[in-house]
């Protein structure tokens, strides 16, 4: 079982960027693919991006170009760069994982993002 928890969440002005990180520890990374999903208020959740322990990604149409996803095994941690943010990307930013020997998923707290216009 892995455990995540989210960092960098905020307040920020549209236009700017803003970093998430995720760190997980509790099993072998290597057996999850990572996302990151995020819930507007009065919305269901919904599929960010996605990255493989193979480094393959999967970017949602309306964030793709502006944000990307990338890994660091050394330090079990899951990035979310979002860059050219708008108001409606304000959200709370959950970090998943998929363990894709059996399809269990595990998520974080998630972090708030404010987007500012």
Known sequence: QVQLVEFGGGLVQAGR???LSCVASGDDLNHYVMAWYRQA????REFV???T???TTV???SVKGRFTISRDRAKSATYLQMN???PEDTAVYYCNALYFVNGMNYWGEGTLVTVAS
């Open 17 to 19: 960027s803003l970093r």
């Open 53 to 55: 322990s193979a480094g």
């Open 41 to 44: 208020p009065g919305r269901e």
């Open 84 to 86: 050219s943010l708008k």
């Open 49 to 51: 991006a996605r990255i």
């Open 59 to 61: 970017i949602e149409d």
